[in-house]
T-cell receptor, first 111, second 114 residues
Framework: DSGVTQTPKHLITATGQRVTLRCSPR?????VYWYQQSLDQGLQFLIQ???????AKGNILERFSAQQFPDLHSELNLSSLELGDSALYFC??????????FGNGTRLTVT | AQTVTQSQPEMSVQEAETVTLSCTYD???????LFWYKQPPSRQMILVIR??????QNATENRFSVNFQKAAKSFSLKISDSQLGDTAMYFC???????????FGAGTTVTVRA
């Protein structure tokens, strides 16, 4: 168990809809990362937050947004969903040594 | 920009044998970390081993060891005494200390045969 909690585990929704993925980092970790992994693909970096502030941004679509709250949990919002957004979304957290610890992911299916 | 290249899409190894996975990377920074993560069929991402660039000694974790060649920007993973539970996708990853983004290679699928 990595200590990083992601909810929900599975999400099935229709095109055009909006969903929110939630992540609780390990106790003491200030950084939260979001990654997208499509079927049989590598991990694509979306965005990173550190202590509530956005620190780095990857190839995140404009339809996607995220935030980190004062209690350090983070949410990834995906809107106007398309079939191609179906993927496994990972959250990870880290301390200053750089090692990322991953949650079990949220599997999103857009139908 | 940082890039990570894994040139072996798939590898197969007999149980109890040794397999080596290749990884090369590109960075202009001197301060960085390298990692190998394992993703079994359950799709969890599990840290296998990490290496700090400033350390010359190769990292080792039980049956897993790395060969870190800084000048060549090479970071290979050796799995010794392979076990069926080692069957997974293995990702090499690079973290630059001034960038905070962990960049992954495309992955190598390792299948351990009984």
């Amino acid at each position: 168990d990595s200590g990083v909690t992601q909810t929900p585990k599975h999400l099935i929704t229709a095109t055009g809809q909006r969903v929110t993925l939630r992540c609780s980092p390990r106790s003491g970790d200030l950084s939260v990362y979001w990654y997208q992994q499509s079927l049989d693909q590598g991990l694509q970096f979306l965005i990173q937050y550190y202590n509530g502030e956005e620190r780095a941004k990857g190839n995140i679509l404009e339809r996607f947004s995220a935030q980190q709250f004062p209690d350090l949990h983070s949410e990834l919002n995906l809107s106007s969903l398309e079939l191609g957004d179906s993927a496994l979304y990972f959250c990870a957290s880290s301390v200053v040594d750089g090692t990322l610890h991953f949650g079990n992911g949220t599997r999103l299916t857009v139908t | 920009a940082q890039t990570v290249t894994q040139s072996q899409p798939e590898m197969s190894v007999q149980e109890a044998e040794t397999v080596t996975l290749s990884c090369t990377y590109d960075t202009s920074e001197s301060n960085y970390y390298l990692f190998w993560y394992k993703q079994p069929p359950s799709r969890q991402m599990i840290l296998v081993i990490r290496q700090e660039a400033y350390k010359q000694q190769n990292a080792t974790e039980n049956r897993f060891s790395v060969n870190f060649q800084k000048a060549a920007k090479s970071f290979s993973l050796k799995i010794s005494d392979s076990q069926l539970g080692d069957t997974a996708m293995y990702f090499c990853a690079l973290l630059e200390r001034n960038d905070y983004k962990l960049s992954f290679g495309a992955g190598t699928t390792v299948t351990v045969r009984a």
